[in-house]
């Protein structure tokens, strides 16, 4: 009983610092808005998989080995930061949604799981949450799985709302001029959060 009200706290507290806007929750509202849910699938799936490994990272400790080596920090950082200005320049110049279009197309499953891999938003959120969450005691395998699998379901779900929020507004925006100012708007957004992301 102790561990799910632990558990509930948890989500409490990951919850804001996970679903706020960042380069991930910004890149899927934005494919959303450009390509429609269906066509941005894989793209999701990508973004998914690739921050349940972030999770996953954290919680055996491998992120705390990988950055102590010299030059890696660096080198995910330019190759995150890199592919989100990709993103940004493909959402801008997205054209409109215009029902299923066969020629719309969205980037790959690869290139969203490189991305979540290298958000330093992730490892930032989800690193002072699992760290900060829950005592320690004697079931600690027990425990981390739980923290894990919470964290890991959270990540879904609010990668998921971000994507049909994009995916919403698109459907109102069957004007090219319109759905273009949108584009736009998402594409900056995402900038924003990268240059925040590379001053914090």
């Known amino acids: 009983?102790?561990?799910?009200?632990?558990?509930?706290?948890?989500?409490?507290?990951?919850?804001?610092?996970?679903?706020?806007?960042?380069?991930?929750t910004l890149s899927l509202a934005g494919m959303g808005a450009a390509h429609g849910v269906t066509r941005s699938l894989r793209y999701a799936a990508g973004v998914n998989i690739g921050t349940i490994a972030v999770v996953l990272l954290i919680a055996t400790g491998v992120t705390a080995v990988l950055l102590g080596v010299p030059g890696i920090e660096t080198a995910a950082t330019v190759l995150g930061g890199a592919y989100m200005l990709y993103l940004a320049w493909h959402i801008a110049t997205a054209p409109p949604l215009v029902g299923d279009d066969p020629a719309s197309h969205?980037?790959?499953?690869?290139?969203s799981f490189v991305l979540a891999i290298a958000n330093p938003k992730a490892y930032a959120a989800i690193g002072a949450v699992y760290a900060g969450s829950l005592v320690e005691t004697e079931d600690d395998a027990r425990i981390a799985f739980a923290k894990v699998l919470v964290l890991s379901l959270l990540a879904v779900a609010v990668n998921t709302?971000?994507?049909?929020?994009?995916?919403?507004?698109?459907?109102?925006?069957?004007?090219?001029?319109?759905?273009?100012?949108?584009?736009?708007?998402?594409?900056?957004?995402l900038l924003a959060s990268v240059a925040f992301a590379a001053l914090g």
């Open 1 to 24: 009983m102790a561990m799910t009200g632990d558990l509930a706290l948890l989500v409490l507290a990951a919850l804001p610092l996970m679903g706020s806007p960042g380069p991930a």
């Open 161 to 189: 709302t971000w994507l049909a929020f994009g995916a919403s507004i698109a459907a109102v925006l069957r004007n090219p001029a319109k759905a273009r100012v949108a584009n736009l708007l998402f594409a900056g957004l």
């Open 106 to 111: 969205a980037p790959s499953f690869a290139g």
